[in-house]
RNA sequence: GGCCCUGUGGCGCAACUGGAUAGCGCAUCUGACUACGAAUCAGAAGGUUACAGGUUCGAAUCUUGUCAGGGUCACCA
């Protein structure tokens, strides 16, 4: 039972004993610096239930709680918070207890408990990576871990966007203006080259609408009959139909962006369970809008369309069928997320990660599943993410405006070995270690530089303003981890034995940083949040800084207390550790 | 226009979900390396939380309205 379980029961048992009055609850919160003590507990609520001055009931339940519970040693009132001193024994306990558990903060899932699919990436294939993707990568990644952690089981999963008029553009454009090119043949990464031709494609297109207009059509015209859309749409038509040259080039060209993807996945630490393919489930969801109509669910339309009327629920009317009987996005969308339950049958709930743009495509995806009667579409949650935006505006891919995700990891990484280089601490590192040491510190500069700021707003990246190294960053928070193994690996003594000691101001401050982490984890988890795991861990390396300042560890003289500081510096660096790999962000010995 | 999101020192972010005098980092100014690693630490300056009402013991947080920025309202995905 932890300290504030047994602060709440004395608090109600007291103010029961002192005004024979019941309370339901009691509000803590951590003490404020400038004032004494350690948990405070928050009278005003209280008043509802017994009128008075809040400085004398918190005088009444101070004495109360000094008398009846061995581990608070004074109290002082200010307005109507009432501060309590807990006694460091409270705290070296909890240590002790948590420096015996090597997976401190996390909860393994019970054989029994529902999992979870977080879908993330599902790019399209026609073009590399950018930076858009590189949030939306580094989000559910994140957000993966953390439920991971917080206690289920979890599925990281993408649908790859791999068939449809754009990728048949990038086709088209191959065909008629690439001579054959392959990425050995031009020693280019498979995405880059195919996203040069869907560049290519957009480039000639245009030409034919000017060269349309110039004829006297309207843009509008022109835009509908330009040559090389209905190419591209016919080629569409040919896939669907199976054409075997067509299916083929698909094939080899997707192949190409996919080993492409690989590398960028790869180097930017992300992975996945399982993996759907748009090609597989474009189909899906049909023979369930056909029960959506039995069960009244949806109705169709004299022209054979079929909707869903979400009018009662504050929203539109959705179509889910097309007239003519094919799939919409949304009927997709349902199939897909049905066969997934089919799929992992012990799957509870799902996140998906995408940009705010879908926030309503969403809201009426869940609102639909829900009236079908699955009962996990209460488990649903749209991660919702604010764009990243360049000084220039919005990121255009036909345009060429993008963030190239590759090009954007090199220049970190190289930024990391400038930075390294100037400051010179690497004597006796080999060339292949250095390497694997920039990228640890760019990518983590990137990453904790990305998640820090909360999903929900936007982020305005420039290129040219370099992701910062010192202050709230990633490495700021990895120079600290690095620091603290250089005191391990000096500390040749043996420090196992758990040790009771009278605390100094900065060690219990820490204790109580560290105490936080099992519930940060929680809370991160339930707001779909790494933002809350980047601050904690920053007020976690701020608290050791300061501490390390103003204690000596290896210097001190007192044998339990030393002992003591070793163990604490090396469990701060194991949550570093264990949070940032919650950020998919690794730790070095040295940097 | 309807609906949704955002607005906090010059810039970038916090605020334990309604609690104390709104914290922190860049940038600016002062100090601290013959010290366990200065990618660090200690300090100074910088705010009417976009604006105006409301709710209550108490509001950056909830509510109404206004303003600004973004998104979305396809038989596209």
Known sequence: MNI??????????????LYTVEIPSVEFQATRKEFEGDITVVVFPMLRYKKGNPVQIGEDLGKYLVAHVNEITN???VKGFLNLVIEDSVYTNFFNAANA?????FITPSANEKAVMVEYSS?????????????????????????????????KTQIINDRGIHICKSMLAWQKYGNGETPQSTGLKGDKLVGNYYVKFDQEYKKEIAQLIAEGKTEEEAKKEAPLLIAAQQ??????????????????????VYSGFEVTYKNMGVNFDTLYYESNTYLLGKDVVAQGIEKGVFFKKEDGSVWCDLTEDGLDEKIVLRSDGTAVYMTQDIGTAIQRVKDFPDVGGMVYTVGNEQDYHFQVLFLILKKLGFDWSQQLHHLSYGMVDLPSGKMKSREGTVVDADELMLEMTTTAKTISEELGKLEGYSEEEKNELYETIGLGALKYFILKVDPKKRILFDPKSSVDFQGNTGPFIQYTY?????????????????????????????????????????????????????????D??????????????LGEEDQDKKIFRVQ??????????SAFSLLGIRVPERM
């Open 568 to 577: 604490l510096a090396k469990k701060v660096a194991d949550t570093i550790k």
């Open 123 to 155: 790019p399209n294939t026609n073009k590399p990576l950018h930076l858009g993707h590189v949030r939306n990568n580094l989000l559910g990644y994140s957000v993966a871990e953390i439920i991971k952690a917080s206690g289920k089981n979890v599925y």
């Open 101 to 105: 558990n090597a997976d401190f903060g």
């Open 540 to 553: 976690l390396v701020k608290e050791f800084n300061s501490f390390y300042q103003n204690v000596s560890i």
């Open 235 to 256: 080629m569409l038509l040919k896939w669907e139909a199976g054409d075997a040259t067509i299916v083929s080039l698909w094939e080899t060209m997707n192949s190409w």
């Open 4 to 17: 504030q379980n047994t602060i709440e029961t004395k608090v109600k048992e007291g103010f029961l004993a």
């Open 482 to 538: 690095a620091r603290i193994q250089s005191i391990i690996k000096k500390a040749t003594f043996n420090y196992s034995k758990a040790v009771t000691i009278d605390l100094h101001e900065k060690e219990k401050e820490l204790l109580k940083q560290l105490e936080l982490y099992p519930d940060t984890i929680q809370q991160a988890a339930a707001n779909y949040s790494p933002a809350l795991i980047a601050n904690y861990t920053y």
């Open 75 to 77: 109290y002082n009132v």
